[in-house]
């Protein structure tokens, strides 16, 4: 029994691997399919050492299936032609070393971005392109450009600094100190005349990781800003249409307050139905930029409390900025969701109480119709019953005739002294006749009628 209880319990592992009897690994199970995308998700966007002076280009892409398809070919032959290896059908991710330089790419749920970052003379101008970036004639963008960021990483007290930060236009100009005062961070949220944003860091006292850390931090804050205001211009085309169908409900509920009869009713009806698929339409239409704009919203705030910012110079902090205009915007969104949603149920309940109405007239035109019905049933029953009357009559007619021609067939026979006449015969059967054909008639009535009521 000691020899069972060995067998069974669980062998002490090594930290190489094996257990304490040898060297054996434990077995390998069949994995589920998105295990390693679950695992591997962990350490998609790492942040990577940065040392500087140091320089950033990223560019977003809007990009459907099709597209990223290409992009995904064309991105492994130039991988191919500077012989390194491209990216695999479902990765997500891939990066790319160019010497001292570094390539990325990214695909995310609507768009893909390219982010090369570069070492950075700091002495040279700051509105030349920098040297060496892919973003040339050869490059193929995989769809229509949202994102465009420069984000320059110089020392604070450097000439480098204080030239890129004199350029940033001072009525929209954001500064603040990150990590502790490690870091400053500038920007004016516009673009310049390459058509890029322009991010400023100022190293005080970062180290490697830390420095990776918030160049990253900044350039998804931006993206995701730039994505998140997509739901905005979402919001204006709908906004308008939204507010003719509050018109027409409106229109509809006081046409309601008046109108009489089934044909009115159905017709307010027909136009509440006509209202209530025009909104179902543009929220359908809607529903995916709006919810996505507030996904990227949470990213947004998520960055900018991770960034943990301190005021400097009596400028604005990045939070404080965004939240004077991009908290706006996307309030402007989540008014226009809340407004269809709220629509909705009223369309719903107008639907409901015109539909009750509708159902009503309805009933009360068919007891009317019922009522027409059984009147007419009644007006049957009686033609039915005088019918019968005059079938009994006419019938015993016939039989009452069929006795008299028997008695007079009789009279020429042996029994004719013994039989009145064929008058007298005839009349004495009449009573008997008229009684005996009721009653077959009745009895046949009633026959049919207790087979009517059995099925």
């Not at 900044?218 to 919001?235: D, N, V």
């Not at 604005?316 to 908290?327: E, I, K, S, W, Y």
């Amino acid at each position: 029994m000691a020899n069972r209880d060995e067998e069974l319990a669980p062998q002490a592992v090594r930290a190489d691997g094996g257990d304490r009897h040898g060297s054996e690994r434990l077995p390998a199970f069949a994995a589920h399919p998105a295990r390693d995308l679950v695992l591997g998700e962990v350490h998609a966007r790492p942040f990577h050492p940065l040392a500087g002076p140091r320089v950033f280009l990223r560019y977003g892409f809007v990009v459907d299936e099709a597209s990223v398809e290409r992009d995904r070919e064309w991105f492994s032959g130039y991988c191919r032609s500077i012989g390194m290896p491209g990216p695999a059908a479902a990765e997500r991710h891939h990066l790319l070393r160019l010497g001292e330089a570094v390539l990325r790419r990214e695909r995310h749920g609507e768009f893909i971005t390219y982010t090369w970052d570069g070492p950075l003379d700091a002495a040279a101008n700051g509105e030349v392109p920098p040297e060496g970036h892919p973003f040339g004639a050869r490059f193929q963008a995989p769809g229509p450009l949202m994102v465009a960021i420069r984000c320059d990483f110089v020392p604070a007290a450097s000439a480098a600094f204080e030239t890129r930060f004199e350029r940033f236009d001072q009525a929209s100009l954001s500064v603040a100190e990150t990590d502790g005062g490690a870091a400053v961070i500038a920007t004016d949220f516009r673009q310049d005349r390459d058509g890029l944003t322009r991010l400023l860091v100022g190293d005080q006292s970062l180290n490697a990781v830390q420095a990776g850390a918030l160049t990253q931090r900044l350039l998804e804050l931006e993206t995701y800003r730039t994505f998140a205001m997509l739901g905005l211009a979402e919001a204006n085309r709908q906004a308008p249409r939204v507010s003719e169908i509050e018109a027409g409900l409106l229109a509809i509920t006081e046409r309601m307050r008046a109108s009489v009869g089934l044909d009115a009713n159905r017709l307010l009806l027909d136009e509440l139905t006509r209202l209530a698929a025009d909104l179902e339409a543009g929220a359908a239409a809607s529903a995916y930029r709006l919810g996505a704009s507030r996904a990227y919203y949470q990213i947004v705030k998520q960055r900018l409390e991770v960034l943990g910012e301190h005021p400097r110079g009596g400028y604005f902090t990045f939070t404080q900025f965004l939240n004077r205009r991009l908290a706006p915007a996307m309030r402007t969104c989540e008014t226009l969701d809340e407004r269809q949603a709220n629509l909705s149920r009223k369309l719903a309940r107008a639907a409901t109480l015109l539909r009750t109405r509708v159902d009503v007239e309805l009933q009360e035109q068919n007891r009317t119709q019922l009522e027409a019905i059984n009147h007419r049933a009644r007006l049957q029953l009686r033609l039915q019953q005088t019918v019968e009357g005059l079938s009994v009559a006419a019938i015993s007619y016939y039989v009452v005739g069929l006795i008299a021609y028997l008695v007079k067939g009789m009279k020429s026979g042996p029994l004719a002294t013994f039989l009145p006449s064929p008058e007298v015969m005839a009349g004495a059967s009449v009573p008997v006749v008229l009684a005996a054909v009721y009653l077959v008639v009745r009895r046949i009535r009633r026959h049919h009628g207790d087979a009517d009521g059995r099925e």
